[in-house]
């Protein structure tokens, strides 16, 4: 991939895309410091962490026109989620703040006929209000919840709303925004606070900027938007064929559906009663959500709901991505966490079960993120039918083509956002339950309650066609990514190479490897000096930035972008602050270009 620019969306040029460019390590470290020279060019950010611009422009129309000066809004695609903001907010944040918060659900005005392809239900927006004092409290909830409103039902409602057609519920519409005074729209830039909470150093007071030259900024953004679409697939999607795809995306993730798909189609593929290794698994069973995060968190919500009565804690297993310890610490009863989620720690864990202690469910993801370690399904499974608590396994970085971990697991989560898709311009999440697991029915009563489908139709559209060819880029990815850890492995100044095939966790890694199956895209290395580490990444020829899992091969220092504010805690567990993480894409002369990049390492201590 050339070069793109510090700041500059990856894919470039892409309004909706899902990484940005951090092209050097110091601009990594600049990013996590909050310097100007970063923050001020960059022009987008992973989601959950950054609130797109189109969301920005939103928010502060709607402060314009229901608010009032010091407030700032975040907007949410339903009423419960906006609510269960708020009520994080009242929980977290000093009583101080609590007086500003308002919540505001927004609808469509019932004397406007809605568009023939959407149903009116799915034209909400609710709107958490509140000082900027409470702001850093809400983006907490934002970032760990998933909960927050995709950039492109925000551009959609924005335009309902300014037409005047989006209005309070229950109060009169004004005029639209077009004959109002005017209202500049929201920062064309993004800063940030801390790598975990974003509170250390957040400057709350940027959210409410405005920029005069931001209107055209979106006229472009919904021109090159359109100019995407049409470049991309030839033709506008066709939000009417949205069930249809939601179909075939569970289809295959089921993996009964590997062929492309005419989703005009009025019959889908009949689901095998014996996908993914288990029973009479339905499409009912496979639930789509806006993110993976949010895959974590609904699942959590479930568990909670079905312990309500008796609320129990959850466990941690294994060196956690960030916000899946925070949701199991901030969300319930709290979590007992194993950081190296190894044997020694299950058998610390049952001792603990068998002195009675009760748990309700344990949480992990396979393999781990960034040490590419496994745990012990067989064993963990065992555990929980003797002792009662639900299996909860993340199977992103390994994803259901490399391997089958649903039958040792009550529920498997999985963010689409990566390699299912792949084009890194597209959020997404899925749950499956296993329906013959212990908890399936206690799950699918408490799902009732606590599910919404928040799924964003243009989300859903860009989501199954960006998946048709999964299966396919898999078997590549995995292939490139077995050339570059040989390479990396090779090499004297490499110390050590993270990947299943290599780690010492192989065995429970092989338990679970379905045949032809891979060891997936993701890599991770350390170098001997930090020197050589910021010379290599430096002269890398990748893109560079957060995310994984994407079609075009994305290194990143993860453990500066995701601990920064921790880099000690991380190494306790054995994550070295210099560790680099490789996601593979379909590049070819991948070897080349880690060779060279080696080259410079070796140079730099000449």
């Known amino acids: 991939m050339p070069f793109i620019e510090l700041g500059d969306s990856i894919p470039p040029n892409t309004a909706h895309a899902v990484s940005v460019s951090l092209p050097t390590w110091k601009s990594n470290v600049g990013y996590e410091e909050g310097e100007s020279w970063v923050v001020d060019n960059m022009t987008t950010g992973y989601p959950r962490f950054f609130i797109h611009r189109s969301i920005q422009a939103f928010a502060t129309d709607i402060v314009a026109k229901h608010g009032r000066t010091g407030l700032t809004a975040v907007l949410f695609p339903s009423r419960r989620a906006a609510q269960r903001c708020v009520a994080f907010i009242r929980d977290k944040a000093p009583p101080s703040v609590h007086a500003d918060l308002t919540l505001l659900h927004l609808v469509l005005d019932p004397a406007r006929k809605t568009p023939d392809t959407l149903h009116s239900t799915t034209l909400a927006i609710s709107a958490v209000l509140c000082s900027q004092d409470a702001f850093p409290f809400a983006k907490q909830y934002w970032q760990h919840s998933g909960d927050g409103v995709s950039s492109r039902r925000a551009e959609f409602c924005h335009g309902l709303f300014r037409d005047g057609m989006l209005v309070l519920e229950n109060r009169t519409p004004s005029p639209p925004l077009s004959q109002q005074r005017k209202v500049h729209r929201g920062p064309r830039r993004y800063q940030r606070g801390s790598s975990i909470d974003g509170i250390n150093g957040f400057n709350g007071a940027h959210h409410a900027t405005t920029t005069p030259d931001a209107a055209t900024d979106e006229n472009a953004d919904s021109i090159e938007s359109t100019r995407f679409l049409e470049e991309r697939f030839g033709r506008n999607l066709d939000v009417s064929l949205v069930d249809n795809a939601k179909s075939a995306i569970k289809r295959r993730i089921a993996g009964v559906l590997t062929s492309d798909l005419d989703l005009s189609t009025k019959s889908l593929p009949t689901m095998d009663s014996n996908a993914r290794g288990v029973s009479n698994l339905k499409e009912d069973d496979i639930y789509l959500v806006p993110c993976g995060m949010n895959a974590i968190f609904t699942t959590h919500q479930a568990m ?40 020694a720690d299950l058998d610390d864990l049952e001792h603990r079960l068998k002195n009675g202690q009760k748990f309700q469910a344990l949480f992990c993801e396979f393999p781990g993120n960034p040490l590419l370690s496994c745990p012990d399904l067989a064993r963990i499974r065992q555990l929980a039918d003797a002792y009662g608590f639900a299996v909860v396994v993340d199977e992103t970085v390994g994803n259901f083509i490399n391997v089958n971990v649903l039958p040792f697991a009550d529920v498997v989560v999985s963010s689409l956002t990566k390699i299912f898709s792949g084009d890194c311009n597209v959020m997404g999440g899925s749950i499956v339950l296993n329906p013959g697991g212990q908890y399936y029915q206690s799950l699918k009563s408490a799902l009732a309650e606590v599910f919404e489908d928040t799924y ?99 290194t990143s220092p993860y453990v500066i972008l995701a601990h920064y504010q921790e880099l000690d805690w991380a190494a306790s567990l054995g994550v070295e602050p210099n560790l680099l993480r490789i996601s593979v894409g379909l590049e070819e002369n991948l070897r080349g270009v880690f060779t060279r990049a080696l080259e410079a390492a070796g140079a730099c201590e000449a």
């Open 456 to 554: 964003w139709v243009e989300d859903v559209m860009f989501m199954e066609r960006n998946s048709r060819d999964f299966k396919t880029r898999i078997d590549r990815v995995n292939a490139n990514a077995e050339t570059i850890c040989e390479v990396l492995d090779a090499h004297p100044l490499v110390t050590k190479v993270y990947y299943p095939k290599y780690n010492d966790s192989r065995p429970n890694y092989e338990a679970c490897r379905l045949p032809g199956g891979g060891y997936g895209g993701l890599l991770s290395c350390t170098l001997q000096t930090k020197a050589q580490t910021i010379a290599f990444y430096d002269a890398l020829e990748t893109a560079k930035g957060p995310s994984l899992g994407t079609n075009f091969t994305l």
């Open 304 to 343: 909670l709901h079905i312990h309500a009565s008796e609320p129990r804690e959850s466990i941690n297993f294994g060196f956690p991505y960030v916000d899946t310890l925070k949701i199991l610490q901030k969300f319930g009863p709290g979590a007992v966490f194993y950081g190296r989620g190894n044997a």
